[in-house]
């Protein structure tokens, strides 16, 4: 039995499914699927005590699920969010007469309110770790009759946690450690935030280097235009270092931004930067003009978000040199992910980087693999990560995996027991009531050689064959006929253990569906994935 509605391992009810409708269902569609099932499930219909009292529980379900779409302001909550959003605290204070849209805005207004109310107990730490490698003795060594020599040549260490103090205003502390060749240095900064109208004001006080004092801000102008800026001050022994900084950025189009940013200081520059962002790619070109180097990069990503994976390249052209990198990330898991690339460039030489993102924690380790551009060292550098994600990924990655789908199917069937059974027995009563209908509907089809299901099989198949798993596969010849309409069989793309006579055999698992049917005298067999659409003939 599910002891929390909100759980992650409830299985929710599809109510378009169960009715057979698409997502853009109109009200006709709505009121045709619920006449269609009300003459299969209506008590009045069944005189048996056993079918009736089927048919009332089969019946009530038609009428909730007709109830939730043919109501637009009950449709619109449960489109975002579910059915689980008809049972959100809050709703009661929404009045009747708001529109679907001011509806689904009412329900991303609940939701920000929770996860603020969150955010308020709970620290957002952020952390980095860096370990630099020098083994450019690998590909160029000192001396040839003793093996290279690999050390790390630098490590930096930074860590941060954020106290929310109001809706507002929070606080954050923040430090770093590094240390390279045998010097050691870091700094401890106290930040404090608060979030204006359309805009936030940043005050951080910092030790380290000197006392550090930074005031900034930003604020949005319009739909067009934002801006942000600031001063600091760092008090060294003999001097105080001013800097100010400030970045202008217009919104071009829905996927473009361009910056004009400045910052002068130690370090002075003026960069002109354009980004361009959509769901398959991203795009980022700038020129730098500025002390003590002048330059132009670019850098393009390939989101293959069907395979969760980014593939990146970038080039960097000016008075310093150039550099081209090339690499890949991969996410590995919600909240994990691994990034490897390769860097050439003068006067730099060869680099592999190696990136592990956990949530917000990073440890990255750049292998400087050769101060000069050697072709053997850019491929080890290209080969090696490919080899090691590959043996990684069946050694570690996938048994991790599949140890945490077996136990998240475990833990959802053991959260859904009673209610599985529930589904179980309310399919076979189902499939009790529609043998009436089943039984005109294939006289019909056979009179207009329409569509006649032969055999219908929905659940798991064998591990590496095209047979079913007995005990992981259900019939529902009778369910799929008396799907047909007028020699027409429509699903649409959703789980099909939702629709009348179905459930689940094997929660968690692929499941397919395949149907052996008969059209003008022809025999046909179609197999489809569980959440793929159908349409016969």
């Given at each position: 039995?599910?002891?929390?509605?909100?759980?992650?391992?409830?299985?929710?009810?599809?109510?378009?499914?169960?009715?057979?409708l698409p997502k853009e269902a109109t009200s006709e569609q709505i009121n045709s699927a619920y006449r269609r099932l009300s003459r299969i499930y209506h008590?009045?219909?069944?005189?048996?005590?056993?079918?009736?009292?089927?048919?009332?529980?089969?019946?009530?379900?038609?009428?909730?699920?007709?109830?939730?779409?043919?109501?637009?302001?009950?449709?619109?909550?449960?489109?975002?969010?579910?059915?689980?959003?008809?049972?959100?605290?809050?709703?009661?204070?929404?009045?009747?007469?708001k529109t679907p849209s001011e509806i689904r805005e009412e329900y991303e207004r609940l939701a920000r309110a929770a996860e603020e109310h969150k955010l308020q107990q709970r620290t957002n730490p952020r952390g980095n770790v860096t370990i630099a490698v020098n083994a450019t003795e690998i590909f160029a060594p000192?001396?040839?009759?003793?093996?290279?020599?690999?050390?790390?040549?630098?490590?930096?260490?930074?860590?941060?946690?954020?106290?929310?103090?109001?809706?507002?205003?929070?606080?954050?502390?923040?430090?770093?450690l590094n240390s390279s060749n045998g010097n050691g240095s870091g700094n401890f900064v106290v930040c404090g935030r608060r979030l204006l109208n359309k805009g936030w004001l940043q005050l951080d006080l910092g030790v380290g280097n000197g006392p550090l004092l930074c005031v900034k801000g930003g604020r949005t102008l319009n739909s067009t235009f934002s801006v942000n800026g600031g001063t600091s001050l760092n008090f060294r022994e003999n001097a105080i270092l001013p800097a100010i900084f400030s970045t202008l950025a217009v919104q071009?189009?829905?996927?473009?931004?361009?910056?004009?940013?400045?910052?002068?200081?130690?370090?002075?520059?003026?960069?002109?930067?354009?980004?361009?962002s959509s769901e398959k790619y991203s795009l980022t070109t700038s020129f730098v003009i500025g002390?003590?180097?002048?330059?132009?990069?670019?850098?393009?990503?390939?989101?293959?978000?069907?395979?969760?994976?980014?593939?990146?390249?970038?080039?960097?052209?000016?008075?310093?040199?150039?550099?081209?990198?090339?690499?890949?990330?991969?996410?590995?898991?919600?909240y994990s992910s691994v990034f490897a690339s390769v860097s050439v460039g003068v006067p730099t030489g060869v680099i592999l980087k190696f990136k592990i993102n956990r949530s917000n924690q990073s440890y990255i380790f750049p292998i400087h693999l050769s101060e000069e551009i050697v072709p053997a060292a850019i491929f080890y550098a290209s080969v090696t990560p490919?080899?090691?994600?590959?043996?990684?990924?069946?050694?570690?990655?996938?048994?991790?995996?599949?140890?945490?789908?077996?136990?998240?199917?475990?833990?959802?069937?053991?959260?859904?027991?009673?209610?599985?059974?529930?589904?179980?027995?309310?399919a076979h009563a189902a499939i009790e009531l529609m043998h009436q209908t089943y039984e005109r509907i294939v006289s019909e089809e056979?009179?207009?050689?329409?569509?006649?299901?032969?055999?219908?099989?929905?659940?798991?198949?064998?591990?590496g064959g095209f047979d079913f798993s007995e005990e992981a596969s259900i019939d529902v010849t009778i369910p799929v006929q008396c799907l047909v309409r007028d020699s027409t069989l429509t699903l649409y793309n959703a789980s099909k253990s939702q629709l009348p006579g179905f459930?689940?055999?094997?929660?968690?698992?692929?499941?397919?569906?395949?149907?052996?049917?008969?059209?003008?005298?022809?025999?046909?067999?179609?197999?489809?994935?569980?959440?793929e659409s159908i349409r016969l003939p």
């Open positions: 039995m599910v002891e929390n509605s909100e759980s992650d391992n409830e299985i929710s009810e599809d109510y378009y499914t169960f009715l057979n008590p009045d219909k069944h005189i048996d005590p056993e079918k009736k009292r089927h048919a009332e529980l089969l019946f009530n379900r038609t009428k909730r699920a007709y109830e939730v779409l043919s109501d637009p302001h009950k449709r619109a909550i449960y489109d975002s969010i579910g059915e689980k959003g008809l049972r959100t605290d809050g709703w009661e204070i929404v009045h009747r007469t000192y001396d040839e009759t003793e093996l290279p020599r690999i050390e790390v040549s630098s490590m930096s260490i930074s860590q941060s946690i954020e106290a929310p103090i109001t809706r507002k205003d929070t606080v954050t502390l923040g430090g770093t071009l189009d829905k996927h473009t931004v361009g910056s004009l940013i400045l910052n002068a200081g130690s370090q002075t520059s003026l960069t002109t930067q354009i980004d361009r002390s003590p180097h002048i330059y132009f990069s670019i850098m393009y990503t390939r989101k293959m978000l069907e395979n969760e994976l980014k593939v990146k390249v970038s080039t960097k052209l000016g008075t310093f040199g150039f550099l081209a990198e090339y690499g890949a990330e991969k996410k590995v898991s919600k490919i080899l090691l994600w590959f043996v990684v990924k069946k050694t570690i990655i996938d048994p991790i995996k599949e140890d945490r789908r077996s136990s998240e199917i475990e833990r959802t069937k053991q959260a859904n027991e009673e209610r599985l059974l529930l589904k179980r027995q309310e056979s009179s207009r050689q329409g569509i006649l299901i032969n055999k219908a099989t929905y659940g798991k198949l064998q591990e459930y689940d055999p094997c929660v968690g698992e692929d499941k397919v569906l395949n149907i052996d049917y008969t059209f003008n005298d022809h025999k046909h067999e179609i197999v489809v994935k569980d959440l």
